[in-house]
T-cell receptor, first 110, second 112 residues
Framework: GQQVMQIPQYQHVQEGEDFTTYCNSSTTLSNIQWYKQRPGGHPVFLIQ?????EVKKQKRLTFQFGEAKKNSSLHITATQTTDVGTYFC??????????FGTGTRLQVTL | NAGVTQTPKFQVLKTGQSMTLQCAQD?????MSWYRQDPGMGLRLIHYSVGAGITDQGEVPNGYNVSRSTTEDFPLRLLSAAPSQTSVYFC???????????FGNGTRLTVT
């Protein structure tokens, strides 16, 4: 089945530092979604990317979809303690099923 | 508008017991799905449904049954619980299988 690899598994940053998580697939993706899960909570949808090379921004968060539609990234500028949580990518491939990456857990300390 | 409601929040079962995890949504979503979340493994799809009367298997369906008699409800049944089914279970719904998912608050299940 389709596999979506996400790196790193864990990142610990000081508040104010930047953070990036990457999502990679060996197959072409129809679209990619990003979710955030706070500790003890449930995943919450952040954004969906559909077009090759697409870039979307939400305040300090920048999302990119690769030109070949096989990878994506989420970049957070100047992290805050409210950014703590696990970030998941979820991708739809040829089978039209949504497959989640293993997630990147972000820890932010003062 | 409650969104996606899951019950119970916590459950402890003994090996071999059966139970049903309930999931209901009030957003008139056609697509509903069940995921399990285990440390280091992300969210894995158990079963999904694209509409009332239609269900299909996901990545890890063994040991679980589902039915979809109404648009609103999508219960997940464990017929004979095993310790390997200890996990956090999330129900999710959306307008379609490529649309953003709305998740319930989850059920933390422990099988001893």
């Amino acid at each position: 089945g389709q596999q979506v690899m996400q790196i790193p598994q864990y990142q610990h940053v000081q508040e104010g530092e930047d953070f990036t998580t990457y999502c990679n697939s060996s197959t072409t993706l129809s679209n990619i979604q990003w979710y955030k899960q706070r500790p003890g909570g449930h995943p919450v949808f952040l954004i969906q990317l559909v077009k090759s090379g697409e870039v979307k921004k939400q305040k300090r968060l920048t999302f990119q979809f690769g030109e070949a539609k096989k990878n994506s990234s989420l970049h957070i500028t100047a992290t805050q303690t409210t950014d703590v949580g696990t970030y998941f990518c979820a991708a739809t491939g040829t089978a039209s099923k949504l497959t989640f990456g293993t997630g990147t857990r972000l820890q932010v300390t003062l | 508008n409650a969104g996606v409601t899951q019950t119970p929040k916590f459950q402890v079962l003994k090996t071999g017991q059966s139970m049903t995890l309930q999931c209901a949504q009030d957003m008139n979503h056609e697509y509903m799905s069940w995921y399990r979340q285990d440390p280091g493994m992300g969210l894995r799809l158990i079963h999904y449904s694209v509409g009332a009367g239609i269900t299909d298997q996901g990545e890890v369906p063994n040991g679980y049954n589902v039915s979809r008699s109404t648009t609103e409800d999508f219960p997940l049944r464990l017929l004979s619980a095993a310790p390997s089914q200890t996990s956090v279970y999330f129900c999710a719904s959306s307008f379609g299988n490529n649309s953003p998912l709305h998740f319930g608050n989850g059920t933390r299940l422990t099988v001893t």
